[in-house]
């Protein structure tokens, strides 16, 4: 494993919580496994980053499989599900780890912009660049 990954989070951590928090992936597991070299974490890859936690918990993981979905896309559609995607592992991992409704409320929020910023910004870049657009 290489880049920031490899001081981060490994395959079995990665896999660990997709297991723990039931995210969604849109591939099986060696796909995964074999594309998580091509993972930037959180925010555009060779832009602008984004902290991998939403007030304190790790959001790594379902950053991890957005990457990978955006990697594997074949057109735009399939971008557009990845975003959903995204957007429900968020959520799952914020209302595992949410001690209380109001510190879920604050997450969701904070959700909700992340996800707007890649819906708004990233997504038909993206694809422009892929040529998808």
């Known amino acids: 494993m290489k880049g920031w990954l490899k001081n981060m989070l490994t395959f079995d951590d990665f896999w660990a919580d997709v297991c723990l928090y039931k995210l969604e992936l849109g591939f099986k597991y060696h796909e995964y496994e074999n594309g998580i070299k091509y ?10 980053k984004f902290p991998d936690t939403m007030y304190y918990i ?12 955006w990697y594997k896309a074949t057109c735009y559609q399939d971008l557009l ?28 929020m904070r959700i909700a912009k992340y996800v707007s910023g890649v819906e708004l910004y ?3 870049s993206y694809a422009k660049d892929r040529g998808f657009l």
């Open 81 to 108: 599900d990845a975003n959903e995607r995204f957007d429900n592992n968020l959520k799952k991992i914020c209302d595992r780890d949410s001690m209380n409704d109001l510190t879920k409320w604050f997450r969701r």
């Open 58 to 69: 790790s959001v790594i993981s379902a950053c991890i499989i957005h990457d990978i979905d």
């Open 122 to 124: 990233g997504t038909e």
């Open 39 to 48: 993972a930037n974490g959180c925010g555009a890859k060779g832009g602008i």
